[in-house]
Antibody, heavy 116, light 113 residues
Framework: QVQLVESGGGLVKPGGSLRLSCAAS????????MSWIRQAPGKGLEWVSY????????YYADSVKGRFTISRDNAKNSLFLQMNSLRGEDTAVYYC?????????WGQGTLVTVSS | DVVMTQSPLSLAVTLGQPASISCRSS???????????LNWFHQRPGQSPRRLIY???NRDSGVPDRFSGSGSGTDFTLKISRVEAEDVGVYYC??????????FGQGTKLEIK
């Protein structure tokens, strides 16, 4: 069965960095676009970024452009999100999900808290 | 960006009664391939979202048939024919037509009356 497991969240100071990982299993990872979506505490869902199956097509939401970098390692069935210059408003649960406009499977999420 | 507007934002329903959630988009969601990429997700408290419906009206595997999606163009509806206790949580619509800026509705919180 399809499984997506995020890790790497935690408490970080404003201006700091964090790298999230998403381990995928149960499907041919290299065949699928992948996305990151976030949810601030008590708020709705915000799509953050996606990456094509080969990694050559990438897009970011305006709110994270220039600060976040999405990448993937198809040999290791892993998706990453490098987050730099973090701000308080980046505090959220970050989910990885399979596909883009037709998100079909989500991980359980990892919490990122940006606070001094 | 395409704005997705859900109504109502909260809903209290008696067990066994129907429920309906509306989702309206600021632009048509019909894609150049003829498909309409409108999804519905359900998020139970403390859990990650789960997709219920894709391309307006297609139920995902394992989703009870009391859930149905309908609509076209800019107006869409999620209906629950008979609400059960496990249906509580927040429901989100999401458009996947206007890439790369995919957008979600604000969410509709369903609780039992």
């Amino acid at each position: 069965q399809v499984q997506l497991v995020e890790s790497g969240g935690g408490l970080v100071k404003p201006g700091g960095s964090l790298r999230l990982s998403c381990a995928a299993s149960g499907f041919t990872f290299s065949d699928y676009y992948m996305s990151w979506i976030r949810q601030a505490p008590g708020k709705g869902l915000e799509w953050v970024s996606y990456i094509s199956s080969s990694g050559d097509n990438i897009y970011y939401a305006d709110s994270v452009k220039g600060r976040f970098t999405i990448s993937r390692d198809n040999a290791k069935n892993s998706l990453f999100l490098q987050m730099n210059s973090l701000r308080g408003e980046d505090t959220a649960v970050y989910y990885c999900a399979r596909r883009t406009g037709n998100l079909d499977y989500w991980g359980q999420g990892t919490l990122v808290t940006v606070s001094s | 960006d395409v704005v997705m507007t859900q109504s109502p934002l909260s809903l209290a329903v008696t067990l066994g009664q129907p429920a309906s959630i509306s989702c309206r988009s600021s632009q048509s969601l019909v894609y150049t391939d003829g498909n309409t990429y409108l999804n519905w997700f359900h998020q139970r408290p403390g859990q990650s979202p789960r997709r219920l419906i894709y391309k307006v009206s297609n139920r995902d595997s394992g989703v009870p048939d009391r859930f149905s999606g309908s609509g076209s163009g800019t107006d869409f509806t999620l209906k629950i024919s008979r609400v059960e206790a496990e249906d509580v949580g927040v429901y989100y619509c999401m458009q996947g037509t206007h890439w790369p800026k995919y957008t979600f509705g604000q969410g509709t919180k369903l609780e039992i009356k």
